[in-house]
Structure formats: C-alpha cells, structure tokens
C-alpha cells in the first residue's frame, strides 16, 4: 500500500480558496488518488478521485502532478461547514479496502 | 434515498460486559464493512463482506470479536467480553461493487456508534 503524508492541521478564513497537499511518492501507477472527509460526529464522505488528470466536481477541484507523487485538494470557496478532517488515499482501480492515514484537521475561521 | 443506518448512536457498558452493533446498508449495495476509528485517528478496517461472504477480516480481533451479515443485507458486530481498550467509534460502510474492474466506486458511511467500556 502507498504511503501518505499530510499536514495535522491547516486553517483557512471562510470564503477563501484552501489548498490540502498530500504526498504520495510510493504510489503505483494503477492507484487512484482518493479523497473522503469527515466531519465532526459523522462518518466519513467521498469527496473526489482521480487517476492522471485534474479532477473537478461540486465539491471540489482535485489536482495531481505529473509524476503523481502529490496531489492536492482545492476547496474554492471556504465556508464554515468544510471544516472537517480531510484524508487522501490511494486505492488501486477496483480495490476495496480503504487505508485511511490520520488526515488534516482543517478549521475555518469566519 | 436512505443512507447507512447504524444503531445505537451511542453505548456506555462496563469491561467484561458484551455488546453488539447493528448496521443497515444502502439498499443494493453488496459490499459492506465494518470500521473502528480511535479518537485522533482514521477508521481502521476491521472485515468486509461482499454479500454474505467475510472476505477480508485479518484485522478483526477474533478472540473477542464476530461479525455476521446474514441474507447478504444488514450486519451485526459483537465483542464479548469488552475491554477498556475497546473504546472508539465503530463505522458501518457500505459500496456497491459491479461486475467491471476499474476505478473502485465509492464507500458510503454510516455515522457510527460510540462506545465507551468503563
């Protein structure tokens, strides 16, 4: 399984656009890059993924580099119910079981 | 459409004592799992079933642990007898998994059950 880093924490004013890393150098070429968040006193919930290509939905805006040892989560427009625990993680096409790291504690302040 | 239901919400039991948690999937999905996430921590996979079938339970601590998803639909967990360090939240997931290989579909969670062994 690849191994993930992420900040702890990271903090973001509402309305302003957040910008969530994760590296994942010892990805393989067949793992999709994966993003869930949970908020507080709930389970987790699917954000967005992504193989290759920059990746965007109505939640979010994925972007992956080239070599595809990082990618980053873009949330727009921060607003307060964003702040949750955001985890990235790589699974490879098909795969079931979901590796989930410790994530990054996001906090948005008005 | 009804999300994960997980019963109870919350449950406060003393060590030594058994307790059980039961999880109701989105209709039709066939995968299903059950997480223990610790406080400060990601959910941790304890075992999945697809359908009625545990596949993958290497991480369920078999000694004082079970699970069971009869009729491939809703499932029961079990720990008997609680200890202290069972405290955590147990999360139910469910996905559906089609015939096709690619990208893996989304896991859809429940909101978990607390417990805490005193």
């Known amino acids: 399984d690849a191994k993930t880093t992420q900040p702890n924490s990271m903090e973001s004013n509402e309305e302003e656009p957040v910008h969530l890393p994760c590296n994942h150098s010892t990805i393989s070429g067949t793992d999709y890059i994966h993003w869930y968040r949970q908020l507080p006193s709930q389970g987790p919930e699917y954000v967005i993924h992504?193989?290759?290509s920059n990746v965007n939905n109505r939640m979010a805006s994925l972007a992956i580099a080239e070599d595809r040892k990082s990618s980053t989560l873009i949330l727009h427009r921060a607003t307060l119910r964003d702040a949750a625990v955001y985890y990235c993680i790589p699974l490879r096409g098909g795969d079931n079981d979901m590796r989930f790291g410790a994530g990054t504690r996001l906090t948005v302040k008005p | 459409e009804a999300g994960v239901v997980q019963s109870p919400r919350y449950k406060i039991i003393e060590k030594k004592q058994p307790v059980a948690f039961w999880c109701n999937p989105i209709?039709?999905?066939?995968?299903l799992y059950w997480y223990r996430q610790n406080l400060g921590q990601g959910p941790e996979l304890l075992i999945r079933y697809e359908n009625e079938e545990a596949v993958d339970d290497s991480q369920l601590p078999k000694d004082r642990f079970s699970a069971e998803r009869l009729k491939g639909v809703d499932s029961t967990l079990k720990i008997q007898p609680a200890e202290l360090g069972d405290s955590a939240v147990y999360l139910c997931a469910s996905r559906y998994r089609g015939r096709a290989s690619g990208d893996a579909y989304e896991q859809y969670f429940g909101p978990g059950t607390r417990l805490t062994v005193t």
């Open positions: 209709s039709g999905h066939n995968t």
């Open positions: 992504g193989l290759t």
